[in-house]
Structures are given as C-alpha cells and as structure tokens.
C-alpha cells in the first residue's frame, strides 16, 4: 500500500501519477505498486514537482510496517528510539530565518501521543522496543566497600540485540576467593586484562546513552555504578532502570527462588554454568522476552 500526498504539483506529474495510482482526493493518490515502479515513481516527483511539496507514506517490513519520504516539507522523517516518526517544526518559537527549512523539534502535542502511546504499550503487555540489559561482576555485596571487576550489558531494539557492551576491571586489590569461584575471574585474568574503572564506565556511559536500564536486581547494579562514578569523578548516571527480579515475582508467583538462574530454569529456558556479565545479560534478555510473550498470552 502506498500514499503520496502532493501540493502545487504541475498537471503533467499529476497524469503521469493517475497511470498508476488512483486520485482519491485534489492531490492524494493510493494504489498497490511494487518497490521499483514506486522509486521510480518517488524520482519523477522530485525531478517534476518543483516548488510543491511531496509526502510518501509506503508499507515496509520494519518495526512500524511503513516509511516515509518526503520532499520540500518542513515536516522531517526523524529517528526517535529506533522509531521513525515525522518531526514537526515549531513555528511559535523558530527564528524568522529558520522557519521554512527546520529539521528538529517536536510539538508538545507529538510529545504527548508519544508518551500515551508508549504507556499504552506497556498496558497492554507489549514488547518494549528500544532498552539496554545491565549486568555486573564484583567482589562482592557491599557497594561502599566492594568494587566493580566486570561491566556488560546489551543493547536491544524490538526484542533483537544490536550490540554488546563486555569490559573486564582491574580492581587494584584482591578478590575473594570465592568471587573467583563463582565467575571465574581471578587475580591475574582482572590484571592482564582489565582496565581501569574510570575508563571502563566511560565507555559504558557511552554505550548506553539514554536508554532505559534493564537489571536482574537493579538496585544493586544500579548502586554500584553510581557509586563507581561518584569515586571516578565522572557524571553519575541517571538513566531509568527497571528491575526485572521484580517483574518476575509479579507474574511467576510462589517461586521457591527468584535468583535469575532459578527463574530462567523454572521457564525451561537452558544457560551455561559459568557466571559471567555477558552471559548473565543474555540469560535476563531470554527470561525478560519470555515473560513479555507469557504477558501477551494471558
């Protein structure tokens, strides 16, 4: 399916354009046409219309299931937390010069339908699309005196991971024994391999920009980094964050554990033995996906 919308357009684009779509209203036109006729079609428009404008709204297989085109538009096709959505140009407050070519900004009214839009989602028990799963080795519980060893987190976009995020941490003290039991990461792997913290959680502030934190047990995950950007001097971060152990007590109830090994092996969902950050985020990203498809089913 497809819809192009047109101003000032000259009477020859316009028959051009009734050859292969249909005129439902003075410059609408709709019709079914394949990839290449409808880019053909998109290059005549730009080369013909002149100073009018052009809109194209076509079905695509994206997230959305459509994308846009336009042409000599004020309104802009812009990424939003991976959707694509058209931005709007504030004329109240643009500058006189600005006001024919803006390129951002969004009305507070599109600002309003996005939150609506996403709380709904959430309502409604469906997938969020756009976050970053978070995990931490350390050495031990104690976030004013234990310290970080290990960062990884996953960036996920509509349930599909896009990138990893995995840094080793020198400590620059020992770490129990029974830390190097449970991840196995010792003494001389953390310094043949690690880096300094302050390095480690700039490229981690970096790595997740604005997303929304998911942790298995946020409230210690989220302490520690704090904390170790606190002791770093570097901004602190501020990102939202979820705690998915919470989650998972709100819709598996009377689970004797809700350690995240546990639930995963409750849900029949298999996972290595070694306790690792990477391996944890994709262990969280499988119970958190499985959780959302319980959800949608009930």
Known sequence: MI????????????????????????????????????????????????????????????????DFRVHNTTWKPVDFDGLKLIARPNLETAPDEDRVNLSKGFSKAAKFRTIRQMRHSASQNQFPYAYTIVDLETTGLNYSSDTIIEIAALRVRGGIVEAEFNYLVN????????????TGISQDLAIENGMP????????????????????????????????????????????????MKLA??????????????????????????????????????????????????
């Open 3 to 66: 819809v192009i919308c047109l101003t000032n357009c000259p009477p020859k684009l316009r028959g051009d354009l009734t050859k292969w779509l249909l005129e439902v209203n003075t410059g609408v036109y709709v019709g079914n046409i394949n990839a290449r006729v409808r880019d053909e079609l998109w290059k005549r428009i730009t080369e013909n219309i002149r100073s009018g404008q052009a809109t194209m709204v076509f079905s695509s297989s994206g997230e959305q299931r459509m």
């Open 171 to 182: 400590p620059n003290r020992s770490i129990p024994d029974k830390i190097v039991e449970l």
């Open 197 to 244: 913290l302050e390095m480690v959680l700039t490229k981690f502030t970096e790595f997740i920009e604005k997303d929304k934190l998911l942790c298995w047990n946020a409230p210690f995950d989220i302490s520690f980094l704090q904390i170790g950007c606190k002791n770093c001097g570097i901004p602190i971060i501020r990102n939202r964050a979820e705690d998915l």
């Open 249 to 298: 007590k709100r819709h598996l109830k009377g689970l004797p554990s809700y350690r995240l090994r546990d639930v995963a092996k409750s849900m029949g969902i298999k996972f290595e033995d070694k306790h690792r950050a990477l391996s944890d985020c994709y262990l969280a990203q499988a119970v958190f996906k499985k959780l959302n498809e319980n959800s949608s089913d009930e």
